[in-house]
């Protein structure tokens, strides 16, 4: 949360400034998306993801595999790598950038790369001892540490054709939108046991998902290249984003949640469920206008669904440890009013509505700031109130969670 302060700092230096590579430049743009959307996904959004993972993976597979020094190490990799990344943009030297992003997304991808043993190895636990979690660990010991490779490797030899874009989506469709759906499936069907999904279809869901993220992640490869229509490409972006919303059965779970008899749940990882379809639906919108972005779906994915499905795991998690009751929690819509505001200037922006003249882009701009700069001043009030004012008692193990160590 607080390195979230820096980037909203580079990204309205960005905006304010007439370097070669900032947003008042038509110069530049793949990279800068490509290097700010990895400052986002491997950098502050992973450190929650991270933090969920060394939280919960231990008590969920009865193992001490992850320890203060693995979260240590990983901690102060991943703050230097974002430094240096945000150090590269405020250099307003355009090699020097590029130089000290290549370093950071070193330091970042290591510090993934860090937590690899220790999720493999309590895969490998889970299994002998016959947990029925012990697939999730997967998830952190291969999928991210592999997909945060790759984002390097498509930087480092980004002169070649179509390999900056395959990152790009990579990145965003591939890695994080596999974490935002497999953080929807864990809320509703093991936090809350609402069967959304079969147990035994959690895998094919997940895995269905990742092939067809895949082969969009190719298609724009392909498509940079002159092989495949743009028709196409988009289509093939919509197809994940589609299966994710339905896959995850919608309606059930709006059924359940606006029911006359309504069951508690995150309101936060429920609306990331639903926006996956709005991203869907952006992906295959003709002339949908980019604005100044590469790829407008990309950044109302990031904005909208992962980053709700994340920091509604967060918080959910964060109240289990306060045991408190789920019947008497916040649903914090506050937040769900910012980041609509966030993504009605996305829209705004893809439909070319100009309603404010010359001061269309400032507004949109300050819309997006707005939303972003209120979500997160949001989450540190909840944090600040409920760690440091607060009466309560913060477990170690979290509510729920306690049948895992019987």
């Given amino acids: 949360m607080v390195m979230t302060v820096p980037f ?5 230096w960005l905006s304010a400034t007439e370097s070669e590579y900032s947003f008042r430049q038509d110069d530049y743009r793949l990279e800068i998306a490509f290097i700010l959307t990895a400052l986002i996904t491997l950098g502050w959004l992973m450190s929650m993801v991270v933090g969920i993972v060394f939280d919960l993976f231990p008590i969920t597979h009865d193992s001490e595999a992850y320890t203060h020094t693995h979260s240590n190490q990983y901690l102060l990799v991943n703050i230097i790598g974002q430094i240096l990344i945000m150090g590269g943009i405020f250099s307003n030297n355009l090699s020097l950038m590029f130089e000290m992003v290549t370093v950071g997304l070193v ?11 220790p999720s493999w190895k309590l895969h490998l636990d889970s299994k002998e001892k016959q947990i029925n979690c012990g697939n999730v660990a997967l998830i952190p010991a291969l999928l991210i540490p592999v997909s945060s490779l790759t984002v390097l490797g498509c930087w480092i030899f980004r002169q070649e054709t179509g390999l900056l874009e395959f990152g790009f989506s990579f990145n965003v469709v591939l890695q994080m ?9 864990a809320h509703f069907n093991r936090r809350l ?26 298609s724009v490869l392909m498509y940079e290249r002159g092989q495949v229509t743009e028709n196409l490409a988009n ?14 059965r919608p ?27 709005v991203v869907g639906i952006m992906s295959i919108l003709p002339d ?9 779906s990309y950044v109302t994915l990031i904005f909208s669904t992962v980053m709700l499905s994340i920091w509604g795991s967060g918080i959910y998690l964060h109240k289990d440890h306060l045991h408190q009751s789920i019947h008497n929690r916040s649903t914090f819509y506050k937040i769900l009013v910012f980041n609509f505001i966030g993504v009605i200037s996305l829209f705004m922006i893809g439909f070319r509505i100009t309603i404010f003249g010359d001061n ?17 001043i949001y989450m540190l009030i909840i944090l600040f109130k409920d760690l440091v004012l607060s009466l309560d008692t913060w477990h170690r193990i979290p509510m729920h969670y306690e049948r895992y160590t019987s």
Avoid at 195 to 214: E, G, H, N, Q
Avoid at 261 to 277: E, K, V
Wanted: with cysteine; hydrophobic share 55%.
């Fill in 8 to 12: 909203m700092l580079t990204v309205t």
């Fill in 107 to 117: 330091l970042l991808t290591w510090g993934l790369i860090s937590i690899a043993w």
């Fill in 177 to 185: 939108g596999t974490i935002a759906l497999s953080l929807i499936l």
């Fill in 193 to 218: 046991s609402w069967d959304l999904v079969k147990f035994s279809d959690f895998r094919p869901v997940v895995a269905i998902y990742l092939v067809l993220a895949l082969g969009h992640c190719f």
């Fill in 235 to 248: 289509f093939s972006q919509s197809l994940p984003f589609f299966w994710a919303f339905f896959s995850t």
């Fill in 251 to 277: 309606f059930k779970m709006i059924r359940k949640a606006v029911s006359k008899n309504p069951q508690p749940h995150s309101a936060l990882i429920g609306s990331a469920q639903w926006y996956f379809m």
């Fill in 288 to 296: 949908f206008d980019e604005g100044k972005f590469i790829n407008i």
């Fill in 360 to 376: 269309t882009d400032l507004v949109y701009y300050f819309m997006r700031n707005f939303a972003l700069t209120s979500m997160i």
